[in-house]
């Protein structure tokens, strides 16, 4: 019993105030109305006062008083009384304290005048009662209630036979059965009953029974029955027995319970007359029961799916037959019914919800309703639930509908009224429903309808005291989706409508949330139920059986299967298909094609399933061989374009996991996004585009699509359009072209470090070209506003998003263009004026107004020594333009055009064609037509504007604040090598732009040297590109040999395009540019020359590469070679020399590697067909040489020269060529080995400096063959007389002297060990003729102002240098026989050799980015150069994923570390007025000692004679030092050298060239010995002595030379 504890305190003062709370609290007490409650809490007040009597803390006649008080508040307080009085008798009985026992018996006693006698005789043990005097005997008082009991519970009483009448059963069932409709209660019929049974003595449990059977009879009269019901019956359990007992009988096999026994069962339980847990019991099968049948249900499905995806051999499946009989026969032996479930349903027809949901969670998930009349009544329960919401918010426009009925239950779910009165029930209610919501497709509408409007809402509200709830109302239909909806598509059979209305609802979640959606149906949903497993087979199965049969020709008739069987199950059919087309490619078209039948949705998750199938983990993204991406990678990303092009998917998800993928580092699936764009947009980008189309695509958009592609873009305009808002919607387009910029490093230092060098060059292709596939995308279809909305300015690309420069400048040029044309625009709308002159003037402010921040943002790209020599206007307007801006394609225009009037012709001649569409078409291509001439004629106009902009810059482009080489240098570098291999179209931009900078007589351009370059250094270029670089490589080479070829072929074109033009001077002078000045220009005899060294060093760079065996240089040599065969080759020798190694390359490569010798075999058979265009060496260029002087060197007009150019006079002052490693030694006072390095070191794989001012070492071996001519010309050359000889002899005495004198004042303090400078001390006491080569250092003259004398002797220096600027003269051939052996020996040292070994090494340099690594200063040796003088090391172009040299690494650092330090600087390069004033000096002495040269002209002429005479004794001599100056050298290198080895440097074999250069060598010594006996003041020695002194100091110099090198190799390496 509850206790209910009264305060202390009332109990101390009972008489005071206790009692009267006492009596206040059960006056309030029962008062209450709390359905049985208050009983129990009076109880509690009685028992805690009564047993404090029993305790003695109360007066019992205080208390008895108080309870006769209390008797009056209720008529059942006697008994409660009596209740609470039984209870202390039992707890008193038990107690030993008597006095307690004592105390209840004389309260008891006196209460005994209020409490009836009769209670407590029920109630009070006997004993008790004896003890009060009620009974007697106590022991009399038991016998006679066990008697009473027997005859009541135990005697059978025969009511039959003895009382029962029946005709009180048949008045009874009458009463029952009688006509409700009047004024007839249940309580008159309750009083009739009640009197039958008293008047036909009938049962009372009897009639209950009746009473039950009729209302099963008359269900429809619920109200009646019910409210008799609860007024006759007594106890609940004695119901419950009787229904239990109704039950039981129909529990028998066969037997079916009917529905109304259910039905009354179901109302009793709705009004509470009996409890659930009570009947349950009385209901079968058991609850284990259910659940082992839920188990064997899904075992059964997941077997039947094993034998539907399995292949069964005949006899096995005989054997399934037969057990599936058995099966079968024994299911038809109908088990008894599920009462449970019978139960359930009459609950939910009723309305009883709750009650329902107690009986479904006794049971396993969606078991109860996967039975169909359960699951149809929990839907109609639902209808009725949303109804009032669903005609409110949910009915379609033009809809009506059919109105439901509701519930007469009022304990029936509650009709909704919002979206928030669907979370009390009726999302509850579709959870239990589950996928069995497919029997009632009109109520998935519903809910379906309901969704959409709830989203609209949930987009339009925005108020934040709703923003929580919504939310979760969000969550909760994201779980119906999940959990009900899309469960039941799959149950339903082919409704494609339920799939178009769910995609309405679908459509308005982002993609995020219904690709959650779409993963949970596909992996997890066919998992849970029975029937979603055996439906999932059952796809299976249907899938492969249509995918077996789909082919090209049945496509319409496959394609409606597949719509049919993707209506339902989408992921399971998409997800067989993928994998099917993962294997074998050539499903795709007719897959793609079939797919016409899906519906919206279906689209939806074909999208969702591709990027499954891409993110799978388990699947390698590359082949077993790690160096090409995996076939189903590719067929996968081919898929997607067809797909997203032809069908209107939505694209984001599919962009997404493209940027995530690079965002993560990874770039593999950067080919979905390549045939994504490539498809919807039709931009294609290869590197094998025809001439025809690359120049279309310099053209307008316009021309672009009808000429500049393979394909005809057609119907692209939709899919273009659906593309760019994907992109815009989702701010997607910035990242994707960043992120790409960024993996291109990437592709090498994160994801390159162990793949195949060859896996990660086509990596690197695939990034790039998709960059400038997307970037070109963008800027053809995104508006002005848009594009420049979101590319932000060139700095913050470069500086913020360490965008490489060239990309930021890809994704900036739109934005320039549109800006230039809007501010056009602009201005001309301003001004009316619409003369050309006015319209130019305004185009340029236009320019300058937009471009002026670009040139201030690029000064923070590069350090600010970059700035010296390009101006960031020059660099900003290289960079910013294009191919559109600088030509206009008048004959693709008109090709174009011509094919559009055949095609109109061919349309007119056609009769076949109905008139109206020969009429649409004509239209069309009139249209057409029109068009592109329209946009020929804009692009013109637009042309000529630039070209007048460029020529009002040109004179502002390039300072003169460096030496030209260094200009040079820096437009290579930072210019056009890195925009040259970027795309195709840019590689012809960068030689169409560097012909543009010639033609419009740039000043400080120098043509020449540009040229010279680019073809002088090709070996280190070429290994350094990746494959799809080596096509734009090509391209930009055979452009620029186009140019060269055109001016080379017609002396009338090259005088009037490069005579009197500054980029083919010779001299540059510090006042400008003066064209009258014949000596000063190349004349085109020996530029003829200059073009044949550019050959002929092409060959030799090709045939390194051929050489080294390594599969980058091969591969990439090959490929620039196919490029520039319609240039190239040109002389039959050289041609023949390639062919060779060709040919050699298709022996060894053929079953080594099949891809080199594929191309190989190609470049052949093409080099073959060229060779009737060759000519004869003596065709190309006239092979007579100039006669030789007694002077080693001398000057000479331009790049006819063998040797390096004079030195430099000043960077701002003039200078001239000068022929001769001992003209410049002498000149200088630098020392001959390091010049000697430098210059071979730069023959081998680059370009040495002299640019293409060295012509004839270029040809030299070539050009020896004939000695006769060469005497002839040597005797009619000018510069070759004795004056001038003698002339050139005095100066290289003195210039040697000067230079001597200051290196060694320099030396001594600064530079040269003490050891050195005593050496340098004995060298020059043994005289004047070892000054030249006694020095290991490296001179600087004194820093003196010499501007005044620089002035006044630049006349007579003018004067000297023209005068021997006349006659080239071969270089020394012994110094070449030793430039040989050091380039062979560099070219072993540092040629790469496998991609293995390189691949560490170019990883190291990679990482400072294409110009980072170009960036850098001269290396020491290259001081001493003049304006054209730069050694290979400067010209690499920027880094790509190949290999680079270590060698190459190691030495630029360390001259980019001495360039950094001012004082080192001063030591290595010589300071320029310095220069300046040694010149004025050198002139002023030749001057004063001209006069004397005279004199001994006789004498020379016959010296000359006699040395005719000993030319067979100075060969002997010759070879027999070169062969000792080679073992001095050492022959460490001699294995190495083979890949450098004669057959690879020149067409000539070993043996003849070696005999050559001894030949060669002996006589320029002779020369030599002969000089300086005249210049030492006629002193007679005798050649043989001479002879050996020559060789005593060649010796002397290899010494000193092999010891300089190792010097500057061990500071490299530091």
Not at 244 to 263: A, D, I, M, R, V
Not at 702 to 731: P, V
Not at 1379 to 1388: A, G, T, V
Request: glycine share 4%.
């Amino acid at each position: 019993m509850a206790t209910l504890i009264l305060p202390g305190e009332w109990i101390k003062n009972w008489e005071k105030s206790g009692k009267h709370e006492f009596v206040q609290l059960c006056k309030e007490l029962t008062e209450k109305t709390d359905h049985g409650n208050e009983t129990k809490d009076i109880q509690a007040a009685l028992y805690e006062v009564c047993s404090q009597v029993v305790q003695g803390n109360l007066k019992i006649d205080l208390v008895s008083a108080v309870l006769g008080e209390m008797m009056e508040l209720r008529d059942d307080l006697p008994s409660i009384l009596a209740d609470v009085f039984c209870i202390l008798d039992l707890e008193t009985g038990a107690l030993e304290e008597k006095n307690k026992r004592d105390y209840y018996t004389h309260l008891v006693g006196a209460c005994l005048s209020f409490v009836p006698e009769a209670i407590l005789k029920e109630r009070l043990d006997p004993e008790t009662l004896e003890s009060l005097g009620l009974i007697k005997q106590a022991h009399q008082f038991n016998q006679k209630i066990v008697k009473i009991k027997t005859k009541l519970f135990y005697k059978q009483q025969k009511f039959n036979l003895l009382r029962e009448e029946n005709e009180g059963y048949a008045k009874l069932i009458t009463e029952l059965g009688q006509d409700l409709s009047g004024n007839i209660t249940s309580t008159l019929v309750l009083e009739s009953i009640k009197s039958l049974i008293g008047c036909f003595n009938l049962d009372p449990n009897r009639v209950l029974d009746i009473i039950l059977e009729v209302y099963e009879s008359r269900s429809e009269q619920d109200e009646f029955f019910l409210s008799l019901i609860k007024s006759y019956m007594c106890e609940p359990i004695t119901l419950c027995h009787i229904l239990g007992f109704k039950f039981k009988f129909y529990q028998e096999p066969n037997e079916e319970t009917p529905k109304s026994l259910y039905h009354i069962a179901a109302a009793l339980l709705n009004h509470k007359l009996i409890e659930l847990e009570d009947l349950y019991v009385h209901l079968m099968p058991v609850d284990g029961t259910i659940v082992e049948e839920h188990k064997r249900e899904i075992s059964e499905a997941k077997q039947i799916a094993r034998k539907l995806v399995t292949v069964v051999l005949p006899s096995e499946k005989s054997e399934d037959k037969e057990k599936e009989k058995e099966k079968e026969e024994e299911k038809n032996e109908k088990p008894p019914d599920n009462q449970k479930l019978g139960l359930l349903e009459a609950l939910l027809r009723i309305g009883d919800w709750h009650h329902a949901q107690s009986i479904m969670d006794q049971m396993p998930s969606f078991y109860a309703t996967s039975h169909k009349t359960i699951a149809l009544a929990l839907c109609q329960l639902v209808h009725l639930t949303v109804e009032p919401l669903y005609r409110r918010a949910g009915v379609p426009k033009g809809a009506k509908g059919c109105a439901l009925q509701p519930l007469k239950n009022k304990r029936a779910p509650q009709p909704t009224e919002s979206f928030e009165d669907l979370r009390k029930d009726t999302f509850s209610m579709l959870c239990y429903l589950g996928p069995h919501l497919s029997h009632d497709p009109i109520l998935f509408a519903k809910i379906v309808r309901l969704g959409k409007s709830f989203m609209k809402e949930y987009q339009t509200d925005g108020r934040p005291e709703v923003k929580d709830k919504m939310e979760i109302l969000l969550s909760c239909f994201l779980s119906i989706a999940d959990q009900v909806l899309l469960p039941s598509l799959s149950l339903m059979e082919c409704n494609a409508c339920m799939s178009e209305e769910l995609w309405g609802l679908f459509k308005l979640f982002p993609y995020q949330h219904r690709y959650r959606l779409y993963g949970q149906w596909k992996n997890e949903t066919y998992s849970g139920h029975p029937l979603l497993v055996k439906v999932k087979a059952q796809t299976v199965e249907r899938a492969r059986y249509i995918m077996k049969r789909l082919t090209k020709e049945n496509i319409k008739q496959s394609g409606r299967q597949i719509g049919k069987l993707s209506h339902s199950n989408p992921t399971i059919l998409f997800d067989y298909m993928l994998s099917q087309i993962q294997w074998y490619d050539n499903l795709i078209v007719p897959v793609v094609d079939s797919l016409k039948y899906l519906t919206s949705l279906n689209y939806d998750v074909l999208a969702y399933c591709i990027i499954e199938a891409l993110a799978n983990p388990e699947k390698e993204k590359m082949k077993h061989d790690d160096t090409t991406l995996s076939l189903w990678l590719q067929s996968l990303a081919s898929l997607c374009g067809a797909v997203f092009r032809k069908y209107p998917i939505e694209l984001a998800g599919l962009l997404q996991y493209v940027t995530n993928q690079l965002k993560a580092g990874k770039s593999f699936d950067l080919l979905i996004l390549k045939e994504v764009v490539q498809k919807m947009a039709g931009i294609e980008i290869t590197d094998e585009m025809t001439s025809e189309q690359l120049e279309a695509m310099t053209g307008g958009e316009q021309l672009k699509a009808e000429g500049g592609y393979f394909g005809q873009i057609r119907n692209t305009k939709k899919s273009s359009q659906r593309l760019k808002d994907a992109l815009l919607d989702h701010e997607l387009a910035l990242p994707l072209c960043l992120l790409m910029a960024q993996q291109r490093n990437g592709v090498v230092f994160l994801e390159g470090g162990e793949k195949h060098l060859k896996l990660v060059g086509h990596l690197y292709d695939q990034c790039h070209d998709t960059l400038v596939q997307f970037g070109g995308f963008l800027a053809s279809n995104l508006s002005t506003e848009d594009y420049i909305k979101r590319v932000p300015s060139i700095d913050v690309l470069c500086n913020q998003f360490h965008t490489p420069h060239d990309a930021a400048f890809f994704l900036s040029r739109p934005m320039y263009a549109h800006q230039i044309l809007s501010k056009y625009e602009e201005l001309k709308k301003a001004e009316k004026g619409n003369r050309q002159q006015q319209k130019v003037t305004k185009y340029v402010a236009a320019c300058e107004q937009v471009m002026t921040p670009v040139h201030e943002a690029v000064m923070s790209l590069h350090p600010a020594r970059v700035w010296d020599d390009l101006r960031p206007q020059f660099y900003a307007t290289f960079w910013s333009l294009t191919m559109y801006d600088l030509a206009v394609p008048h004959a693709a225009y008109e090709r174009e055009v011509n094919k559009l009037k055949v095609q109109i012709k061919a349309i007119e001649e056609n009769s076949e064609i109905p008139l109206n569409k020969k009429k649409k078409e004509k239209e069309r291509c009139t249209a057409l037509q029109e068009k592109l001439q329209e946009e020929e004629k804009k692009q013109m106009e637009h042309v000529q504007r630039v070209l007048h902009r460029l020529k009002l810059e040109k004179d502002s482009w390039l300072l003169t604040k460096s030496t030209k080489n260094e200009t040079i240098t820096k437009f290579l570098q930072l210019c056009l090598f890195p925009r040259c291999i970027f795309s195709s179209i840019d590689a012809v931009y960068c030689a169409r732009f560097v012909e543009l900078v010639h033609q419009q007589k740039t000043p400080n351009f120098c043509t020449l040297l540009c040229y010279d370059r680019v073809f002088s250094a090709i070996i280190y270029t070429v290994a350094s590109c990746t494959e799809n670089e080596s096509h734009r490589y090509g391209r930009f080479l055979c452009c620029m040999l186009e140019t060269v070829t055109r001016w080379h072929s017609n002396r009338a074109v090259y005088e009037k395009e490069c005579v009197n033009y500054p980029g083919f001077l010779t001299i540059f002078r510090a006042a400008g540019f003066d064209g009258g000045n014949k000596a000063d220009q190349l004349d085109y005899e020996n530029f003829r020359h200059v073009v044949h060294k550019w050959h002929y060093m092409l060959t030799k760079a090709s045939v390194h590469c051929l050489e080294t065996g390594d599969y980058t240089h091969i591969r990439n040599i090959l490929i620039v070679l196919t490029k520039i065969l319609p240039c190239y080759p040109k002389v039959l020798n050289l041609g023949q020399a390639l062919e060779c190694r060709v040919h050699k390359i298709c022996l060894e490569e053929k079953d080594k590697r099949p891809d080199l010798y594929a191309l190989a075999m190609g470049y052949s058979g093409r080099l073959k067909s060229q060779k009737v265009h060759m000519v004869p060496e003596n065709e190309f260029h006239h092979k007579d040489q100039p006669a030789r002087s007694a002077t080693p060197a001398s000057q000479q007009n331009g790049p006819g020269s063998t040797g390096k150019p004079a030195a430099n006079t000043s960077k701002t002052e003039e200078g001239g060529f000068e022929d001769g490693d001992r003209v410049k030694d002498k000149s200088q006072g630098t020392t001959k080995p390091v010049n000697k390095a430098n210059s071979t070191t730069a023959k081998v794989t680059t370009s040495n400096g002299n640019g293409a001012l060295n012509s004839t070492k270029a040809v030299k071996d070539d050009k020896e063959k004939s000695g006769k001519e060469k005497k002839e010309k040597k005797e009619k050359t000018p510069g070759s007389t004795p004056e001038t000889k003698a002339e050139n002899r005095r100066e290289k005495q003195r210039d040697e002297r000067a230079g001597k004198e200051e290196r060694l004042l320099r030396e001594g303090k600064e530079k040269t060990p003490k050891a050195d400078r005593e050496k340098v001390k004995l060298d020059e006491k043994s005289g004047k003729d070892d000054k030249a080569k006694a020095g290991n250092g490296e001179p600087v003259e004194p820093a003196r102002d010499a501007v005044k004398e620089s002035k006044n002797k630049e006349k007579g220096d003018r004067n000297a240098a023209t005068a021997t600027l006349k006659s080239p003269n071969p270089r020394s051939d012994s110094a070449e026989s030793e430039r040989d052996h050091k380039r062979r020996k560099l070219d072993s040292h540092s040629s790469p050799s496998h991609s293995s070994s390189v691949k560490p090494q170019f990883l190291k340099v990679r990482d400072q980015g294409r110009s980072l690594l170009l960036d850098r200063p001269l290396p020491p040796s290259s001081s001493s150069s003049t304006d054209f003088l730069l050694l290979s090391d400067n010209l690499l172009p920027p880094p790509t994923p190949s290999q680079l040299i270590c060698h190459l690494h190691s030495s630029l650092q360390d001259s980019s570390n001495e360039l950094k330090d001012p004082a080192t600087k001063q030591h290595i390069n010589f300071n320029s007025v310095a220069r300046s004033k040694s010149r004025e000096r050198e002139v002023e002495k030749k001057d004063t000692e001209s006069v004397q040269g005279r004199s001994k002209e006789k004498k020379e002429e016959k010296e000359r004679k006699e040395r005719k005479r000993d030319h067979g004794v100075n060969d002997r001599e010759a070879s027999q030092e070169s062969k000792r100056r080679k073992d001095e050298n050492g022959t460490n290198s001699s294995k190495n050298s083979q890949s450098a080895s004669p057959s690879c440097d020149s067409p000539l074999t070993p043996e003849k060239e070696k005999t050559k250069r001894s030949k060669s060598s002996s006589k320029e010594k002779a020369e030599s010995v002969k000089a300086e006996r005249t210049s030492s003041g006629g002193k007679k020695e005798s050649r043989h002595e001479k002879s050996e002194k020559k060789e005593k100091r060649d010796s002397a110099g290899g010494k000193e030379e092999k010891k300089q090198s190792r010097l500057t190799s061990t500071d490299n390496v530091h």
